[in-house]
Structure formats: C-alpha cells, structure tokens
C-alpha cells in the first residue's frame, strides 16, 4: 500500500499553523512593546553573519530554549524534532546516534557506517558515530543547515550539518553551576569558569556530570531494578592566547566517560497486524535471558589547535588541527526475550506468547565495540573581506580515521575488521554584492577519499577492500533584500558521498558490500523576514533534490544482514518553516513546521522483508518473497515535525522574575525500514516539556521545576524484525528540580 500527496491531518495542522501564524502576527502588531527579538548570529558560510542575511536554510538553538531539553539527563538524540526537518535516533542507546535532514540520513546501526549529516563541534568534524555523541553542555549555540553543504565543510554532507559552538574564553570573569535532582535517580552537575589569566591569556574550563539509577525489571532473572541507568562524566578545557591584535591561538582538550544501558529491546510488543505499542509493552519490565541486562560503555578525549594569522587587506589566515580517539563496548540481549524452540523456556513466557508455544524462533545476543578509533583532520584556509562588495575564501582540507570494529555473535568467535579512510580536499567561495540589495555567493570543491577494509579476525577468509572516488562539488545562490524587513533568496546546490564498505556481515559467514558513491543536486528558494519592529522573525524555504546512485542499507529481513545497496535514484521535496514571535516583552512563542516527501525510485531494486513471515508486508513481493520497494519513502524520514515553545515571564522586585516555559514536538508518519510493512513505522506521536521556576537578581540565581516528556507517552522508536516483533521506545517521564548560579 502506497499514499501519494500530503496527508490530510498534516493538511489540517497547515492550515491550524496558517492561522495562529496570522494571530500570533496580528497579536504582535498591536502589542504593547519596548524590546526586539535578539539577533541572531551564525557562521553557516565560516565567517560570522545575520542568520537573515545568509543564502541558506539554517535554524540556531541558544540560551534557554537550547538547555532545558537536556535538563532529564537526555542525550543529543533530544534536538530530534526540536528544529524542522531534524530528526535524530539510534538503536545503540547514548551511542552512535544517527542523523537525518529533510529525510536524507543512513539507518545502519553498524559502527562503520557513513551518515550523510555531519556534526562538527567547534570547527572540527566529528566523522564517527561514537564521536558523534560527545554530551552536551557549555554550548553558546547550535546550528543546523539544511540541505548540501560540501563547498565549505565537505566530509559527507549532502544531507546537511548539525553544528555545535561552545562558549570561548574572554578576559572577563564569568561562569555558573547547574544541580538537578530528578525520578529514577537523575542527577546532573555541570558548571563552566573562565576568565582573563592575563592581559594575553584567557581560560576556560568546562564539565558535566550526570547520572540515573537502574530502573527497568528483568522479569527473567527476577531482578528488580537492573538495567535502563547510567553515569557518564565530560569535561573541556580551553585555553586562549592573544599576544597581538594580528594573531591569536585556542587549544582544545576535552575528554568523556560513560558506563550504562545499551538498547532496551522489547520481545513481541509490536503488532501483529497494527503499528504501535500493543498490551505487552510493559515499560518497567524485559525478559532478558542473556546480554547480562545490556551494559554499554565508552572513554574518549581529543583536542584542537586554532590558529588565526591576520594578514594585510583585511586577510585572516586559518589553521584548525584535531586530534581525537575514542573505544566502545555494547552487548545487548537484542531479541529481547527468551524460550527458542530448541530451548523451552522455564517459567511464563515473555509478553506476546501463549503458555507453552514459542516465545522467540531463536537467541540473539550480539556485542560490538570500537578499537582505538584515532582521526586526524587538518584545515587551513583564507578568508578576505578584498573591498565593500568582495568576500572570499579558500582553503584546503585533509582527513585520516582509522578503527576497528569487533563485533561477536557468540554462536561462532568474534570477528576483527579495520576501516581506514583518508580523504583531502581544496576548495573555493566568493561572495559579491552587485548592488545594495542583489548578493550572488558561489563555490565549488574538490574531495578525494580512499576507504580500506581489513579483516584482522574472521570465520571465513575474506580479502582485504577498497575504494575510493574524487568529485567536484558545488553550490551557487543569490540573496535578494526586498525591503529592510524581508530577504528572499534561492540556492541550487551540488554535494555527494564517498563510497563505503560495509562488513558486519562477515561475523555472520557473509561477505563485505559496498556502494558507490551518491550524488545529489538539491534546489531550494526561500524568504527570511523580520516583521513588527523585530518582534517577529519568520523564515521559511521549499526545496526539491535528487539523490543519483543513492546509498540505502538493506538491515534485517530473515538473515539479519546489513547490506549496502544503491537506489537508481531518490527524491526528496518539502519545506521548511521557523518562527520567533515576541508577543509582549515577556512572552516569547516560537512554531516551526516541516514537511518532506521522500521516494526511493528504482524498479529492480528488491530488499528481504521481516523474517520468518513476522510482520504484514505491504509491498509487494516478487517470487522469491523479496519486497519490490520502488516509490517507497526513506526510512526513518518523518513526514512532517511541528515544534512550538512559549515562555511568560512576570516581574517581580529587585530585579527578579517568576516564569512558565512549555516546549513540544510533533512527528509525523516514520517508516523504520525500506520496505513497508503494517508494524514497523510509527505515527503522530509528541513529547512535551516544561519548566516553571524564578529568577533572582537578573538572573544571578534560578531555581526550576521541570519535566521532560510530561505526559509519559510511550511512543516507538525503532523495531528489529529478524527475529520477532520487537520493539525500542523514547525516554520515559522525568520530573525534577534544579538550581542554577551564574557568575557575572
């Protein structure tokens, strides 16, 4: 079964935007007021820039709004719907998030795959999935890009890029301290400090403590409380120097720990028949008979090196060195249950079995880890504001990972496999304003990038991988100001990703696949606009791309593999809206809304569904029981993510405040695999925030009641469909306290 065309409960929530839009702008227009909306800077195009003035779809999270997401002890895959048209999951837990952009993202769970959003931290590209979880904190400002962004960032982008600045040292004396208190043991320490050792050296030092108590059941073993915790530690320590105005140096050193809870996977909680959690589920409750109730850990540390040379014509000379290792171990119970046919089970069978049938077809536990991951990257470039109407830049970019992956099944010896992938790059971008209102901005880059598989250890002889490929990407754009209050703009935009080899499946006597590399071209047009003496800020964009020789991950079906495929081609079309809307000068409301149509267009292309027959395949199938998956969507491509936060402050003496805030988001229809079944999706779920609390003193002292997912819903968040109907969910409800002391 396919649809075509937009839903008509997203028609309904349009339209339901459509008018509080006109509202909330009409409220705005006759409200009492004395402030604007803060502007907001970015460096979408590496140099500092209004968001309103950049040729390009960005969003950027900062201050409060950014925090209180994180305030339950969530992790990154917390800015998941947050943003339009970012959406963020993983099947390994706190580790190894994966990230999608306008439906454009990898599901493959392995610790080599390739994802095509890129997350970089304070200029450095964390390439990665392990990496790509570093914990969050001290940050001065996200930002996502939507769309390719290979001209000035490369390193697999044709999704787009999540990235994250940290809060630098400054010769004044400032920091603070958060403590948390929240259910099942939540608790969160984190505090920054900086300042001025000198006239030429500042500091500044970072950290984050977190923690939560085992809370999950283990109905098997008759354990209470023994699994779904964790505590994990970061820290980060900047150093500045500035001898003179023409030069100056930052050095990064950062590092992280984590002990915990990998994937909690629920046994026949799904279905049948039906998608959504059925009566099995059972939150505080597993069935776990093997996996030693899924422990997971990780240590990791880093560091960068920014030199900045300012040279004559108002010339700065850039170099970024980084240096960054990490090693990780999951295990995990992954069919979620017990009582296989050849080993009947002792005791009631897991949830979603009848007394005395099969519980499970057979026992899956699996263990991966990361050996010594080290990456190396280095950037220098040249950037030159040459006259009033000239920017440009140029630069050059080298990249050197290698890990490996240990991956056993424990039915047959673990398995060793190495990735090494080196990559270099040069590249080019010019903006020029024709006149005062007409900016045209180009670029264009090149990239080589050679990856290496090495089977160290395995049950079967496998030869040593390679590839490799160079491509020039592009992207061209023009900014129109229309007037002071509104811009418009339009991008067509050229990116692609290297080509990649997938091995996981030699630990289960198969053989490594790869893909060839993907290139996509995506056109987008949009408006950027600053309405009621800034106390509006609405921005929005529609776009169109095409994916040629698309990498798609074929994961599960009756083998359980994990096969790299290409798609003839892929399409994407939707749109993208975020709103500011200062209604009164302590009533701030911010909306945003996406939409994205994906299909997979290829008539040959056919995957393996479910197996054993476990779910209700909706494609149909050719005579060897494979799914023809040709117009299907993306998987884990929402079809729309609708946000909307409100905060009212009401003032009180000296200079103090008592406020509500509230955040929620939306998530349309989400297929899990490539091929559609009636079980392995999820559709309009939402979680809600909020925070009630008062500030003392400007702000020099808060103390918060907060709650994440306040309405405990229980939504699906991923499925395993080799085995049985098995299912993982989002973080429960967590209700705390906090208190927060800044230094200003």
Excluded at 508 to 533: D, H, M, Q, R
Excluded at 634 to 645: D, G, H, L, N
Excluded at 724 to 739: A, C, Y
Aim: with cysteine; charged share 20%; hydrophobic share 35%.
């Amino acid at each position: 079964m396919r649809t075509t065309g937009v839903s008509p409960g997203l028609r309904a929530r349009g339209c339901a935007l459509g008018l509080l839009l006109a509202t909330l702008v009409g409220s705005v227009q006759s409200a009492y007021a004395q402030e604007a909306l803060e502007e907001v800077l970015v460096t979408a195009q590496r140099r500092s820039e209004r968001m309103q003035d950049v040729p390009i779809s960005v969003a950027a999270l900062e201050g409060e709004r950014l925090t209180s997401m994180f305030e339950g002890g969530e992790d990154i895959r917390a800015l998941a719907t947050r943003v339009p048209s970012l959406y963020a999951e993983s099947s390994n837990g706190r580790l190894a998030p994966r990230f999608y952009i306008r439906g454009l993202g990898n599901s493959d769970f392995d610790l080599a795959a390739s994802q095509p959003v890129s997350v970089i931290v304070d200029e450095v590209v964390l390439e990665n999935v392990i990496l790509k979880s570093f914990p969050l904190f001290d940050l001065d400002r996200v930002e996502v890009l939507r769309g390719p962004q290979g001209t000035l960032f490369g390193r697999n982008t044709p999704a787009g890029i999540v990235k994250f600045d940290t809060k630098k040292p400054s010769q004044k004396l400032d920091g603070d301290l958060t403590l948390s208190l929240a259910e099942l043991g939540t608790e969160t320490i984190q505090g920054a400090v900086g300042g001025g050792l000198s006239d030429t050296v500042s500091v500044r030092v970072s950290g984050l403590y977190h923690e939560r108590n085992d809370w999950i059941n283990n109905g098997f073993t008759g354990q209470d409380n023994a699994l779904g915790g964790f505590h994990e530690y970061a820290y980060r320590g900047q150093l500045l120097f500035e001898p003179s105005d023409s030069f100056s140096a930052l050095l990064n050193l950062h590092g992280r720990s984590i002990d915990g809870t990998a994937s909690i996977f629920r046994a026949n909680v799904l279905g049948p028949g039906s998608h959504g959690f059925n009566s099995n589920f059972d939150r505080k409750t597993v069935y776990f008979d093997q996996g030693n109730n899924n422990p997971q850990s990780a240590r990791g540390h880093g560091g960068s090196l920014k030199l900045d040379f300012k040279m004559g014509g108002n010339s700065t000379l850039t170099s970024v060195s980084a240096y960054e290792t990490t090693s990780s171990r999951s295990l995990g119970d992954i069919d979620g249950g017990f009582g296989a046919d050849f080993a009947p089970p002792v005791g009631p069978c897991p949830p979603g079995s009848t007394p005395g049938s099969t519980c499970i077809p057979f026992p899956s536990v699996t263990q991966d880890g990361i050996d010594d991951l080290d990456q190396f990257t280095q950037e220098i470039r040249v950037a030159s504001q040459a006259n009033d109407q000239l920017f440009w830049q140029a630069g050059a970019y080298y990249f050197d990972s290698k890990f490996s992956v240990t991956t056993n099944p424990f039915f047959v010896a673990a398995t060793t496999l190495t990735h090494e992938n080196t990559a270099w790059a040069a590249f080019g971008h010019v903006s020029y304003d024709i006149n005062d209102a007409l900016t045209l901005t180009g670029g264009a880059r090149y990239t080589n990038d050679s990856k290496d598989l090495t089977v160290q250890v395995s049950p079967i002889p496998t030869a040593p991988q390679h590839v490799s490929d160079s491509k020039v990407s592009w992207d061209l754009s023009a900014l129109y100001k229309v007037n002071d209050q509104v811009n418009v703009y339009g991008r067509l935009a050229n990116g692609f990703r290297a080509p990649t080899i997938q091995g996981r499946d030699v630990a289960f006597f198969g053989s490594p696949s790869i893909a060839k590399s993907e290139t996509i071209t995506s056109v987008e047009a949009g408006f950027k606009s600053e309405l009621a003496n800034k106390r509006v800020r609405l921005n929005g964009s529609v776009y169109y791309y095409e994916i040629k020789d698309q990498q798609l991950s074929a994961i599960g079906g009756g083998g359980n593999f994990v096969r790299l495929v290409n798609a003839d081609k892929g399409t994407g079309a939707g749109f993208d809206l975020d709103g500011e809307f200062l209604l009164t000068e302590r009533f701030l409301v911010t909306l945003g809304l996406s939409y994205s149509d994906t299909k997979i267009k290829d008539k040959v292309l056919r995957v393996p569904p479910c197996g054993s027959g476990l779910c209700t395949v909706l494609d149909p199938l050719d005579a060897n029981g494979n799914a023809i998956i040709d117009g299907n969507s993306f998987p884990q491509a929402p079809e729309y993510i609708a946000s909307v936060t409100a905060r009212y402050g009401i003032p009180m003496a000296n200079n103090s405040e008592f406020f509500l805030e509230t955040d929620w988001a939306f998530q349309g229809k989400t297929r899990f695999f490539i091929y559609e079944s009636a079980e392995f999706f999820s559709d309009n779920t939402f979680e809600g925030g909020a925070r009630i609390g008062y500030t003392y003193d400007g702000g020099k002292w808060e103390v918060a009641l907060f709650g994440r997912n306040i309405t405990d819903e229980e939504n699906v968040k991923g499925g395993i469909d080799f085995n049985n109907l098995t299912g993982f969910d989002n973080e429960p409800r967590v209700v705390g306290v906090s208190v927060t002391a800044q230094m200003r």
